[in-house]
């Protein structure tokens, strides 16, 4: 390629679509991937069924990302998840929404979404080499003439940065794009792992871990941030917990945790029951049957091994009739239902985080077209900007929105 209009540095989500997007306009476009292969850790987004995005609206959508999604109006508007679903239809690609809200291509498999675009980029006549790392950006003043590699050095007057997080190292993510940012003056905000398990300081976890829970409510239990809250399916490990409230709620947590050291939460095992309700219900099913045991009755609501381990905690014989605990033992019992104590103490850091929380700067970015305040020439996308959503489809769609956007900028 003798002549380049744009170089798109990562081959991820965010990248490949920055370049198609380019490539369209009828812009030369060279993709430089420093893996052996496009798209690894867009292979391993949810689970390899690649949750493409979901069917919100755009408003409902950007408060998923908190106080800073309106940043993502301009992008959205250029393209959101029916110009996504419309875009993979056109380049071969079927998808559905089978819970009528995740998106998932119909082979519920990413593999086809890599070798759509891939084929929609050699297409298109875009370049792409691999097992090429950037380690600089070339820059004449205000504007952005090229990048380097170890070996070469490649110019062009437009460079997309789309290197994504720090998180899954194995997959290529080392954050050397916030290097790149930082090399010509950007700020790149604290980042912390997000979206990954966590550990407990309480070890009674370990005992239940055959058993998932669904519909569990979780909030912080420290004053100034009691408004944190989340609400999904649970998983118990050995060392604490996991599942899609965990990987959601991670993104709050890990920096309180960076913060205080330790993050006191309350969980909701019994899908949001209140005392009363709790109350009822025993009430009810012991009209059937006086005799009933607390471990049978608490089984109505919990897998028996959460149910003996919350005994456990309550100082409750799990054996005894129910009607035989004193009134004490009965409501230290109830309220540990509503509200069970959990301490975070600890996670695997980048190592699991499936995202990462911070990035470079929004105030530094322009909105309507991805590109540097600071130097001409220099766009971002995706995972790169300080810009991070729960699960669900949110990451992906903004990987894609954005990379659109820069593309056609």
Known sequence: MSKIDLIVIGAGAAGMMAAIAAAREGRSVLVLEKLSKIGAKLKATGGGRCNLTNTLDNETFMSHFGKDGRFMTPALEKFDHNTLISFFKEIGVESHAPDGFRVFPLTHSSSTIIKAMQSEMQRLGVEILCSRRVTALEHHGECVTGVQTKTESFKAKKVVIATGGKGYPLLGAEGDGYSLAESVGHTVTELYPAMMPLKTKETWVSNCRADTIAKVVMQVNMKKYKKLKAKGDLIFTKEGIRGPVVLDFSREITPLLNKFGEVPLLANFTKGMNEEQIRQHF????LTNPHQS????????LPKSVSVELCRLSNADPETQFNKLSGQSRDKLIKLLVWTPLTV??????KMAMIT???????EIDPYTMQSKKIKGLYFCGEIVNLDGPCGGYNLQWSFSSGYLSGIS
């Open 283 to 286: 009430k009810k099913l012991l």
């Open 294 to 301: 607390v471990l049978t009755l608490m089984s109505t609501l």
């Open 345 to 350: 103490n600890g996670h695997e850091g980048f």
């Open 357 to 363: 929380r911070g990035g470079v700067s929004l105030k």
